[in-house]
């Protein structure tokens, strides 16, 4: 149940309103996963996952805690899409998670969690959503780990499977599927740092889960199509503009090859068939294995990308970029607040690759974001969304086709290896009575999409006075 919530302040202080009138059917949305989110980790037939598995190594999670209860979403469900509703936006952005519906990763369904799903998607069309849903947000069944994981090419065919018994179940009724969400975070930081599941520390292996990944996306897509998918298919990657520290050729040429792995990696592939030769060189021995056809099947076309914006990346060949020392503000994860950089990172997209219509699919920032008196005063993170909303119009001004924007995060969730400790949401969530209450920003974000919704009325009307 939404519970009543006290009138927020009517709109935060300092905060500059995007000045742009985005289109009428630009996508406005909040976002989550499942894993992050739904807890009932052992309910109704659901296998474990890797994040099952990883949060119970010692050391992993910063709280050590885990996803069982989360936000409790799967028992909260009706509950949830109301609140959802009561943003007033047009779209929610979720994941399946893959060993609820089908435990193992391969063979057996679970028909009670593929009910989940129904029940989830169904009710957000009964409340004039568009669901938009992820296949892969990085719950991989640990089945599927206990026999090479993202490292085994099979992997990729199982995955294939598991996209067409969604398509089959639930693919009439979606707005959007997207296969993978950010491919890089499973590759580097699953498997070359090893700080998220499945905690592997070996960048051969990170290149080859890279490959794999990419991979299954292309098969995916084809294999959607071929079974009639009607949704709009794409892939979420997690992009920024990576910049020098200094002046140096080193920190130049550092930069230039960090752009090569965390950004041309995935898009020269996706967009041109090829990986790029300055990444593939630095690499050497660590190349993965690509066979015959695989850059063909990846470059399968999409009908959409989305784009996961937090920061800019600083890099530097001496000693690491101190964050500190940039003036910038910080959010609670310590990333850097940059808007100018969202902008800049989309005009880059625009010219260098034939980008089909993008939208940002997260954005957002985590905040302290105490509960006090029943409202939450986050004017921190009303500012970061509405500069940055405003960067995405100015890149939509400028050219780059923008088809939609949403919000990381719906609630306050568990954030992987900091646990709970870090909030995304613009709702707050206690988690001792899983009550949820809108936070200022959210009641900011509800007003300016109501602005935006009106001044498209008022346009349709001032246009029909004057056509009459
Ligand atoms: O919480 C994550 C999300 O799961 C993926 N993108 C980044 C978010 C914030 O770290």
């Not at 169904?122 to 992820?134: F, H, I, M, V, Y």
């Not at 065919?157 to 950010?182: K, P, W």
Request: with cysteine; glycine share 8%.
């Amino acid at each position: 149940m939404l519970h009543p919530q006290p009138s927020p302040m009517s709109a935060p202080n300092a905060v500059n309103e995007p000045t742009h009138r985005f289109p009428a059917d630009f996508v406005w949305g909040v976002a989550t996963s499942a894993y992050q989110i739904e807890g009932a980790s052992t309910a109704d037939g659901k296998g474990p996952s890797i994040w099952d598995t990883f949060c119970r190594q010692p050391g992993a999670i910063a709280d050590g805690s885990h996803g069982d209860v989360a936000c409790d979403h799967y028992h909260r469900l009706d509950a949830d899409l109301d609140l959802i509703a009561s943003l007033g936006v047009d779209a929610y952005r979720f994941s399946v998670s893959w060993p609820r519906v089908q435990p193992s990763g391969f063979g057996a369904w679970n028909t009670k969690g593929l009910d989940f799903y129904e029940r989830l998607v169904d009710g957000l069309l009964a409340r004039r959503l568009k669901p938009c849903l992820t296949l892969n947000h990085w719950d991989l069944p640990q089945a599927l780990q206990d026999q090479g994981g993202w490292a085994a090419r099979d992997t990729v065919h199982r995955f294939v499977d598991y996209a067409q018994g969604i398509q089959r179940r639930l693919g009439d009724r979606l707005a959007s599927i997207t296969t993978h969400n950010e491919p890089w975070v499973v590759a580097t930081l699953g498997h070359e740092t090893g700080v998220f599941a499945p905690g592997i520390r070996d960048r051969a292996v990170a290149m080859q889960v890279s490959h794999h990944l990419l991979l299954s996306h292309g098969l995916a897509l084809q294999a959607l199509r071929a079974a009639g998918a009607k949704a709009p298919l794409g892939i979420v990657l997690n992009l920024a503009p990576v910049q020098p520290a200094t002046d140096s050729p080193e920190d130049h040429a550092l930069a230039k090859l960090e752009d090569g792995r965390l950004l041309r990696w995935y898009m020269d592939p996706l967009l041109c068939a090829t990986y790029p030769t300055d990444v593939l060189a630095h690499l050497g021995r660590d190349v993965p294995r690509i066979e015959h056809g695989d850059l063909q099947a990846i470059a399968t076309p999409m009908d959409f990308m989305g784009i996961n914006y937090y920061t800019r990346t600083v890099v530097s060949a001496g000693a690491p970029f101190d964050v500190k020392t940039s003036g910038l503000p910080l959010t609670d994860m310590g990333w850097e607040v940059y808007p100018q950089g969202l902008t800049e990172l989309l005009l880059r997209l625009h010219a260098d690759y034939p980008v089909p219509p993008l939208y940002i699919t997260e954005n957002g920032g985590a905040f302290p974001d105490p509960l006090r008196d029943g409202l939450v005063r986050d004017a921190d993170r009303t500012r970061y969304l509405a500069d940055h909303i405003a960067a995405v119009g100015e890149a939509l001004r400028r050219g780059v086709p923008m088809a939609g924007y949403m919000v990381w995060s719906l609630m306050d969730n568990f954030e992987w290896a900091s646990g709970y400790a870090k909030r995304f949401g613009i709702v707050h969530v206690d988690y001792a009575t899983q009550r949820r209450t809108l936070k200022d920003s959210a009641h900011w974000y509800r007003q300016f999409l109501q602005r935006q919704r009106d001044g498209h009325a008022a346009s349709a009307r001032t246009g029909a006075t004057q056509g009459a």
